[in-house]
């Protein structure tokens, strides 16, 4: 796979992957008390990644993901639930598409 960013909530438990140019994805992962990684959903987003799904943050508390679409130039916020799945809440567009100076870096609080 081509998966640009990684994070993981607040508790430990769910960690979310991007894909980069294989279909702008974000990938749900239960994280074990050994750290161990197992893959719970493979398109946690449902569709609502672009192109160019590159990085993501989340919210203090864990409760909201931002993650940058760095070539349809969009920021997607979707609310994140108990058991780690995603709702997408807004889609934002950041600045004018472009696969040649595309942004790249996203910071929440």
């Known amino acids: 796979t081509d998966t640009c960013w990684f994070v993981v909530t607040d508790d430990g438990a769910y960690g979310y992957a991007t894909s980069f140019f294989e279909g702008g994805r974000i990938s749900l992962y239960r994280v074990g008390a050994n ?13 609502a ?20 679409n760095s070539f349809e130039g969009t920021i997607n916020a979707y609310r994140v639930g108990p058991s780690g799945a995603l709702t997408l ?6 600045h004018a598409p472009s696969k040649l100076a595309a942004p790249m870096g996203l910071a929440a609080r």
Not at 54 to 62: N, P, V, Y
Not at 89 to 94: F, M, N, P, R, Y
């Open 35 to 47: 750290g161990a990684l197992a893959l719970a959903d493979a398109t946690a987003d449902r569709g």
């Open 49 to 68: 990644a672009g192109t160019g799904a590159s990085d993501m943050a989340l919210s203090l508390a864990s409760d909201y993901l931002y993650q940058l």
């Open 89 to 94: 809440v807004q889609t934002v567009h950041a």
